[in-house]
């Protein structure tokens, strides 16, 4: 992105530019344009005391291409790369303004999905999963690449204070599922209901009943 140069008539201003272009920069997957694994580790960071303080539920998507290996071996590096950047790009299109889309590395994408009702979990999952196969990559003149995403998807645990890895490694079990059945597909982890009363929650929040008799 280029900067307007204002060095000489707001020195202050042109370099907050310069820091936020950098911040921006280095929270982003340079080749495909979705955030990278550092960034998507603080997301999930913020969402899990969210789901911890609010009960909210939240879905953890990863997302793998699948046989990718054969489009390099077939097509080149460069047609591999045109794949990846299709994918991020088909993959920014599914999601809302509060969730997360990040390049994990690889051929493998994930997403955080703040206040996703696990009714919907299975149906956005798909919308991702279809969202990809309906656009074939062009890498060459006459040459169009058809794509498959298999995807994994895993709630955090409500109320509970969870962590990343294994938060990301339940949802990986459900990715491994999805190969393992044939690819193409999206296998989520039901969500383990728990009932937690309002005083238990009271306690979470470090606010007992007793307290409101003081
Ligand atoms: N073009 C390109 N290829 C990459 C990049 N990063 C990793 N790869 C390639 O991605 C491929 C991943 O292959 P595998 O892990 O075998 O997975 P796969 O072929 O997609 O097979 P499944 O996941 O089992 O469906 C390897 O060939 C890597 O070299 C990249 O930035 N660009």
Redesign the pocket.
């Known amino acids: 992105m280029a900067l307007p140069d204002t060095r000489q008539s707001d020195p202050a201003g042109w370099l907050q530019a310069v820091v936020d272009g950098l911040c921006e920069l280095s929270s982003r997957d340079a ?1 495909t344009g979705p955030a990278n694994r550092r960034q998507f580790e603080l997301a999930m960071a913020r969402e899990i005391d969210r789901v911890a303080r609010a009960g909210e539920p939240a879905l953890v998507l990863m997302i ?10 077939t097509h080149g ?5 045109q ?2 950047r299709a994918v991020g790009q088909a993959l920014h299109e599914c999601i809302r303004p509060m969730d997360t889309v990040a390049r994990m ?3 493998e994408f994930a997403m955080i999905l703040p206040n996703c009702p696990p009714a919907f979990g299975q149906t956005v999952a798909e919308r991702v999963r279809n969202k990809v196969q309906m656009r074939p990559v062009n890498v060459a003149p006459g040459t169009d690449i058809a794509v498959t995403v ?1 995807i994994g998807g895993a709630y955090a645990p409500q109320w509970v204070r969870s962590s990343a890895p294994l938060w990301i490694e339940r949802a990986d079990q459900q990715l491994y599922r999805a ?1 393992q059945e044939g ?1 193409n597909r999206a296998c989520l982890e039901m969500p383990p209901v728990s009932h937690v009363s309002a005083e238990e929650k009271g306690l979470l929040f470090g606010h007992s009943q007793f307290q409101d008799l003081e």
């Open positions: 080749l793998d291409i699948d046989h990718f290996k054969r489009v390099n071996d590096h460069s047609a591999g790369d794949v990846l590395g690889g051929e298999s190969k690819r």
